[in-house]
């Protein structure tokens, strides 16, 4: 098992920046891909962006692109998002899960799942 704790979430207006944190525990965090997903109100989750075991590869949604970055510390089992530029549209809750397959970002191949952290845009 691995228990994920997202933090980090929380008001901003738009153009603004937050960092999201996913603190893993349980197995060990470098056998494990990790991605950020998020759930708008009214909407269907979707994939925002994957790391690889080894931090040295990422992937991101094209709506998020050049925007967010996603990083890894496997010394602190801990993954992050930094978000910059930040759009309404981005208002969701956000989630982070792990993988044991590769760089991936269908949700189904996720095993492990965090409650989600708040984020909301204003105008």
């Known amino acids: 098992q691995v228990q994920l704790v997202e933090s980090g979430g929380g008001l901003v207006q738009a153009g603004g920046s937050l960092r999201l944190s996913c603190a893993a525990s349980?197995?060990?965090?470098?056998?494990?891909?990790m991605g950020w997903f998020r759930r708008a109100p009214g909407k269907e989750r979707e994939f925002v962006a994957a790391i690889n075991r080894s931090g040295d590869n990422t992937y991101y949604a094209d709506s998020v692109k050049g925007r967010f970055t996603i990083s890894r510390d496997n010394a602190k089992n801990t993954v992050y998002l930094q978000m910059n530029s930040l759009k309404p549209e981005d208002t969701a809750l956000y989630y982070c899960a792990a993988t044991s397959r590769g760089l991936t970002g269908y949700s189904l191949y996720y095993s492990y799942w965090g409650q989600g952290t708040q984020v909301t845009v204003s105008s």
């Open positions: 349980g197995r060990t965090f470098s056998d494990y891909s």
